[in-house]
C-alpha cells in the first residue's frame, strides 16, 4: 500500500514538472482559460460581433462608398452640413472635457468621504444610463427653459440655455457623465492611499501629491471615459433635439441632419453624411486611444 502511494506521488510530480514543459508549446494565443472550447467560443464572438457591429458598418461603407470621392465631396461642400459636424464634434469635445474635469471630482468624492446619502448619489450616476434619452431631453428643455426654474434665473443675468448651443453642452454632459465617473472610480478604489501620506512625510505640498503621485495613475483611465463619453456625445441625438432648437447653422447636430435627409428621401446624402461621420469619429477614436496607451505606457514603466 506504501509502495503505490509512493508511485502516485512520484507520477504526481512527475505530471507536474512535465505540465510546464508542455504549456509551453501552446501557442499564446490559445492560452486555455476557464472556459472550454477555443474554437467554439471564438466562432461565437466574430459571429455576434459581425451580426451586431460588422455587417451593419460594412453596409452603411459598401453604399457611402458608391457616392465617390466626389459625391462625398459634393456633400461636404454643403455649409449647413459642415456646420452641422462643426456643431456636433465641437461640442461633444467641449462637454466631454467638462465630464472629464468634474466626473473626476465626483469619482473622488464617492470613494474618498462618507456622507450622508452617499448611496442615494452614487445611484444618481447612473440615472443616465437608465432614463430615456428623449425623457432627459424633455426634462432639461422644461428646466432650462425661459420660464422654467433654472431659466428664469439664468434669463435675468442674460444666460440662455435652452435653444441654443449651450443647451446641447449640458445634454451631453448630463449623457456623458456616468462614463467618466464608472471608468475612474473601479482605479481610485484601488489606489492606496499610503503613497499620499508618504509624499506628505517627504515634504511634497497638496497640489505636488495630486499632480505627480494621484493623477498619473489615474490619466490612463481618464481618457478612456473622455472617449466614452465623446463617442456618446457625438452620437446623442434623443435628449438634443428637444433643448437644442435645431436652427440650422446654429444649433443643428449631424444625427438630426441626417434624418431630415432621410425623411426628404435624399438616401445618398444621407448615406454619405453618415460615412463622413463614421470616418472622423474612428480617426479621432484612434487618436484617443493610441494617446490612451501612450500615457499607460509611459507611467507604468515611471
Known sequence: MAAYSTRSTNRAIDLNAVSPHRSSFIPRWRNPGILPG????????????????????????????GLGVSGLLHVLSDVRVLNSLRI????????????????????WVLVRYRFPGKALVDAAVDLPFALPTAVAGIALA????PKGWLGTALGAIG?????????????????????????????????????????????????????????PPLIPALLTGFALAFARGVGEYGSVIFI???????????????VIKLEAFDYAGATGLALIMLIVSFALLLAINMLQAWTQKRFSNA
Do not use: C, W
Open 159 to 215: 444666460i440662455k440655455v435652452a435653444f441654443t448651443p449651450l443647451g446641447i453642452v449640458i445634454a451631453l454632459v448630463f449623457v456623458g457623465l456616468p462614463f467618466v465617473v464608472r471608468t475612474v472610480q473601479p482605479i481610485l478604489t484601488d489606489l492606496d492611499q499610503e503613497i499620499e501620506e508618504a509624499a506628505a512625510t517627504l515634504g511634497a505640498t497638496r497640489f505636488q501629491t495630486i499632480t505627480r503621485v494621484v493623477l
Open 38 to 65: 477555443f474554437g467554439l467560443s471564438l466562432g461565437v464572438t466574430l459571429v455576434y460581433l459581425a451580426l451586431i457591429v460588422l455587417i451593419p458598418l460594412a453596409a452603411l461603407i459598401l453604399h457611402g462608398t
Open 244 to 258: 437644442a432648437g435645431n436652427m440650422p447653422n446654429i444649433s443643428e447636430i449631424t444625427p438630426l441632419l441626417i
Open 142 to 145: 422644461t428646466l432650462y427653459a
Open 88 to 107: 456636433s464634434f465641437g461640442l461633444a469635445f467641449v462637454a466631454a472635457a467638462i465630464n472629464a474635469a468634474f466626473g473626476l471630482l465626483v469619482a
